[in-house]
Every structure is written in C-alpha cells, then in structure tokens.
C-alpha cells in the first residue's frame, strides 16, 4: 500500500511528477493550476534534484519542454485554458518530432479570457488536434485527485511507448479540490537516454538531429502516415473506459473527468426512481472508446450525454453510435458545474415525460 | 613549361602543404545557401572552432527558422530544430537538463530580434549559459526579402518597397545594445563576414563564447553582420561592400560587453 494523504488536486499533480521520477518542469503560472509550480517550487529539487523553472510565457515553458524532452528527459508541464492554447504551435512541433512530454491542461471556462471556474471547453481542443496538421494528443481524462496522481505516471508511460505527447484533460474543480490519495512510491530518475535523444554527438558516428521539417512532400507523407498508424494502434491497444450497470442498462449517461463524475450521482437517483440508466466514462478522449459505445447502442433506448461545455464529446458518441440509438446532450457552459438533481430533471423531460406525451 | 606548373600544383596540394580545409565537424553535403552567403562562412567557422577545441560530442544546436533552418544537414553536432523564434527557450530546456554540456542557438534576425525577441532577453536575463550566434542581414531571407526588425532606414525589401519609413514601420532593433544592458548577459559581441580580417574576428570571437559558457559565465552572443545578395539584388562583392559601407556604421563592430572576471 502507497502512503495516504489529504491533497489538493494541483499539489498531488506536483507531487505525482517528482515521484514518477520526472527530471524537469517548466511553466507559466495561471489560476486555476499555480499550485503545481508553486509546490514543485518548495518541494522537487532539493528532494529529487527535479529541474523546476517559471518561463517568461507558456510559449516559452512549451519550447523547454520541446529542448528537454529531446534530451530524452522525462519532462513535464501544465497549464490552464488560455495558456494551452499558446502552446499549440509547439504541440504540434512536438507531434511532429515524436517526443514524449505529459501535459495537464486544468480546464477552466472560455473562450477569451473567460472565467478561472471550471470547465470541459477545451474537449475539441485537447482531443481533434489543437496546433496546425494532422496529428493527435494522448489525452487522459482524470475525474479525481487519485486519477492526477495515477495518470501522471500513466501518462509517462504512453508517452515514452509511443513517443508522443500526452496531455491529462482536468478542470479547475479536480484542481482545486482535496481528496484522499495514495501516493505511489518514489521512483528513481533514468539515468540513459534514448538514441534519437541529442546528448552530445556519439563517437564514431554522425550527429542526431531532432526536426518536424521534411520539406519533401513524399517524406512528409511518410512522417504523416507513420504517425496514423501509431494513433491507430493506440486506438486498438491502449483504450480505457469506464462502464457501470451497463447490463440491464435501457439508458446510458455518458460524459468524462468531473461531468461523468456528477452522472455517476444522477445514475444513482435514477436508479432509485426506477429508471435503468448506466454509465460510460472515456478515460482516454483519445483514443476514444468507439467499440464501448457501438457494442451498447442497439439496446439502448437513448443516451445522454452530459459536459461542462456546449456539446464537444457529443460529436464523437454520435459517430461511435453511428446512429443506432438516440443521442442527447445536457450542458452548462462558462464555468457552472451541473448538480446531479438537474441532470435527472432534463433526462426524465427528454426520455420519461417526453415518452409518455 | 606546362609540365613545370603541373608539377608545382602536385606540390601544392600535398598534405604537408595543406593550410584550408573543410572542417571535419561539417558534413560532407553542399550548402543550400545562395553564393557569396555569410551563412556558409560563419557555418564554417562554428564548426572549425569546434573541431579545434575537440567539442564535437559535448555540445548540442538549436536551428531556427529562416535560411539556416537545415543547420543540422551540416553541423556534424547533435542539432535541435526550433518553432519560429522559439531557439533561446528550447536551448534553455536542453541546458538546463544537461548542463554539463555546451549549447548553442544560431538564429537570424527575424527569428532573433522580431518574432524571438522575449525568449532571446529572457534567456539572456536569466543568465542562461548558452551561446547566440545571431546572423544580422537585415532581411527575411528563406521568405525572400522581407523587411526584417533590422533592416535599415530607407532600405528597399518587398514589405517596404520604397524603402523603410522608420516613421510606421519602426526603428532597426539594436538587440545587442539592448542585451548589454542585462546582469545575464555575460559577452555580447558584435562582428561580421564581409573581408577576411572580420572573418578571423568571428572566429575567436566563437571561440571566446564557448570559453565562457565552460567557465559557467552566462549569456553569450556573437552577433554577425551579413549579406543577403539574393534578397539586397546585389552580387556578392556587392553586398559585402554594402555591409562595409552601410550596415557597419548603423551596427559597429566590437566587444559590446565582456565579462569582468574572465
């Protein structure tokens, strides 16, 4: 058993990265994650000797991050809405180069500069892309402060395996908020680096060189499509989702990180009023688990699908249906978290009363 | 007689006789770069002083964007390729967690002093102990000759066709000047590659960053004044006169700032 504490969900984030044996951390501060630079500030150096430095911006943290992580590091930074989308451009240079970071993006409400409330806004954002080409982000959806803890060292792991960015899709509340956690162990900092990582020419041999440039449209092509059959095996092997009653289930709730969590109380009430409602969480946005939905769809009566935004995952429940069951949406936008009571009263309006009538 | 001058050339080429050669730490592979190009000269003069200190797999590169963003087809040295004006920032990650290896940017004057400009005073102030080369020529070359944030006062590129009006498109930056003024920035120094004497200034001046940097002394940038023929329409003699006569007296040459304890 790992050690138990009491923790906020942007210091057990911190306290995750130095445990997963993370060797840098560098970021911008912005409300609601200032927390994990300002822990990691107190904590990680002198205990793992963990490189821990505030940027001049995101753009800059992204691009230390795109330095480091081409050392072969095992780096790592976080952001809040506004700040993530600075760092789209990188992202994709990222993508491109194949490099392994973890990212958190601490969801809070837009567009603009919007509000510091949580918020699930940045769904398309994180999970179709967010920079310039084609290319797609790991995304894990935490919906606890234990899940910030599991998926930072998680996150490494994918990200390592597959060369790839990946970023843990949180929100202000799961940020802000304090729940029990246990705590992996400390894990050592590797020492050896990679081959494609640049540490210096090797002797004997020609430099490495880490690049997103391929001038040539035939190369270029085979960089695109090398990186699709990666998104495709990771679609086929590295899916993780959550289901509950999903066997006698005629109605599902579906949504991810702190929505799906509310649904899992509106569930609850449904259950208790009669109505055999289940629950599907995507833990990973991307890949999204496709055969989960398709599988359940023909004896549904309907789902509905609840977010902190105006409709974003919708879009792909809907193509994962492929319209073999009814779809619908329920949402609070600009950083209102929806309450259990109201997710029931619009799934009885929509499903029950509008049945009957 | 054309025996004898054959005879001589044979002699000539002969190891023992041999006093210019490419570099062992460049490629074997042409530059893209248009003839008469100080991207070439100063590309070589990298690599010679890193060869001749024996650093080949101890130091890292940063490319940027703009006509050296294929650096890393010719440095035979460990080369990062960086966003748009992004090279200071991805140096700083690379330093930071490899510090017991020397690092360097080579940018150009948009990427430096117009889209890169924070991460470059950033980095700077924050001390960080890396090397800037920084190719000056006034222009955006790769792009094909637009104004850059040092073209020079009624200069003619294809975004000031009639020629730079300081007046709504601003002054030329003087980024150097600018960095002086920073505790971080340990030596900031200015040269060029237009005659063979600034070709030997640049070189040590290389030399004398990397120094630096091994001695742990911050900030150091060796910016060089060059040609663009292509974009400035001239040929290359041309163009290195134009640096001479125009672009020296705006960006002199020199020692701007050299560290107190060396």
């Known amino acids: ?357 | 007689m054309s025996e004898q001058i054959f005879q001589v050339e044979d002699n000539l080429c002969s190891p023992e006789n041999l006093v210019y050669k490419r570099p062992g730490a460049l490629l074997d592979v042409d530059f893209h770069y248009c003839p008469g190009c100080g991207h070439s000269t100063t590309h070589k003069l990298l690599m010679e002083v890193v060869e001749e200190m024996g650093i080949e797999s101890d130091i890292i590169g940063v490319a940027p964007v703009g006509c050296s963003v294929f650096a890393y087809h010719y440095l035979n040295v460990d080369v990062q390729q960086a966003a748009h004006g992004r090279a200071c920032a991805v140096a700083t990650g690379i330093k930071r967690v490899m510090p017991e290896k020397l690092v360097f940017t080579y940018q150009g004057d948009g990427d430096l002093a117009a889209i890169g400009v924070a991460e470059t005073i950033h980095a700077a102030n924050r001390g960080e102990n890396i090397m800037v080369i920084f190719i000056n020529n006034g222009i955006y070359g790769m792009t094909s000759g637009q104004m850059a944030p040092t073209t020079l006062p009624g200069m003619v590129s294809t975004t000031s066709p009639f020629g730079r009006d300081v007046k709504t498109q601003g002054y030329p930056l003087v980024i150097a000047e600018v960095l002086k003024l920073l505790p971080g920035a340990a030596y900031i120094t200015r040269q060029a590659v237009n005659t063979a004497a600034h070709v030997r200034r640049t070189k040590k001046a290389i030399k004398t960053a990397i120094e630096y940097q091994q001695k742990g002394l911050g900030f150091c940038m060796v910016e060089v004044v060059s040609n663009c023929p292509s974009n400035w329409k001239m040929t290359p003699v041309e163009s290195n006169n134009f640096v001479e006569e125009q672009m020296i007296p705006y960006y002199p040459l020199g020692d701007i700032k050299v560290p107190e304890v060396k």
């Open chain 1, 1 to 357: 058993m790992g050690e138990k504490k009491l923790m906020k969900g942007n210091e057990a984030l911190a306290e995750a990265m130095i445990r997963a044996g993370c060797d840098a951390y560098f970021g911008y501060p912005i409300t609601p994650q200032s927390e994990v630079l300002e822990y990691l500030a107190r904590e990680a150096t002198r205990r793992t000797g963990m490189v821990i430095l505030q940027a001049e911006s995101e753009l800059a943290a992204i691009n230390m991050i795109y330095g480091a992580a081409g050392c072969g590091k095992r780096v790592m930074t976080t952001s809040s809405s506004p700040g993530i989308s600075l760092m789209q451009e990188c992202l994709s240079y990222i993508a491109s180069a194949q490099l392994p970071c973890v990212l958190a993006n601490v969801n809070r409400g837009g567009p603009g500069l919007g509000t510091i409330q949580p918020s699930q806004g940045d769904y398309f954002q994180a999970v179709k892309g967010g920079g310039h080409g084609d290319y797609h982000l790991f995304v894990l959806a935490p919906n606890s402060v234990q899940e910030m803890v599991d998926f930072v060292k998680l996150g490494f792991e994918i990200a390592e395996k597959y060369r790839t960015p990946v970023m843990l899709l949180a929100d202000g509340a799961i940020g802000q908020m304090m729940e029990k956690v246990e705590l992996f162990p400390q894990m050592e900092r590797v020492k050896t680096a990679p081959d494609w990582a640049t540490t210096g020419r090797k002797h004997g041999v020609d430099r490495t060189y880490i690049t997103s440039l391929f001038i040539q449209p035939e190369k270029m092509e085979m960089i695109n499509m090398g990186l699709q059959a990666k998104y495709k095996t990771m679609q086929e092997k590295e899916v993780r989702v959550q289901t509950l009653n999903c066997d006698d289930a005629e109605y599902l709730f579906t949504g991810y990180g702190l929505g799906a969590r509310i649904c899992m109380k509106a569930m609850e009430l449904g259950r208790l009023k009669g109505y055999k409602i289940g629950l599907v969480r995507p833990i990973t946005l991307f890949p999204f688990p496709i055969k989960t939905y398709s599988d359940l769809a023909p004896k549904l009566t309907g789902i509905l699908d609840v977010e902190m935004n105006a409709g974003q995952m919708v879009e792909d429940v809907k193509l994962a249906v492929e319209g073999k069951t009814r779809v619908e949406f329920y949402g609070r936008m600009g950083g209102i978290i929806p309450t259990p009571e109201e997710i029931l009263e619009h799934f009885e309006k929509i499903y029950i009363d509008g049945g009957r009538k």
